[in-house]
């Protein structure tokens, strides 16, 4: 009798073991998709190495993506990173950030990717926020 209930506590725990690794398991890759396979090499890039934003592959041709880790205040990183590449903060409406330099006009967008991360949106080619 005791031999029995002790080889059913085993399969149970054993069981509730695979349970939580499968979930576990389906947890990861779930946000590996939503993150995109590509992106992972850069979200670990940025996870152990000193730079505080870097960018990564964008859907769109002719846009950049830069990822940062949503610590401390987003927006501020994003206006004090445009003032250091000669950009004037204008104003903000809704997600996106106007900015002035030399009679340009640039658009940033932020969106939060999820609780750990922030993403700005930007035209390629109009600053290099990496770093």
């Known amino acids: 009798m005791q031999k029995q209930k002790n080889s059913l506590r085993k399969r149970l725990m054993w069981g509730l073991l695979g349970i939580f ?3 576990l398991a389906l947890s990861l890759l779930s946000t590996l998709n939503n993150v995109g396979y590509s992106n992972v090499k850069q979200i670990i890039r940025l996870e152990t190495s000193g730079p505080s934003m870097i960018r990564i ?3 769109k041709e002719g846009m950049e993506r830069y990822l940062t880790k949503d610590e401390n205040d987003p927006q501020e990183r994003l ?3 445009m003032a250091r590449e000669g950009w004037a903060y204008e104003q903000q409406e809704g997600s996106g950030y106007f900015f ?4 340009q006009q640039a658009i940033v967008t932020l969106q939060r990717w999820n ?6 949106n930007i035209k390629a080619g109009v600053v290099n926020l990496e770093g």
């Open 21 to 23: 690794l499968l979930l």
């Open 57 to 59: 592959e964008h859907p």
């Open 79 to 81: 206006k004090s990173r």
């Open 100 to 103: 002035t330099k030399d009679g």
């Open 115 to 120: 609780h750990f991360y922030v993403i700005y």
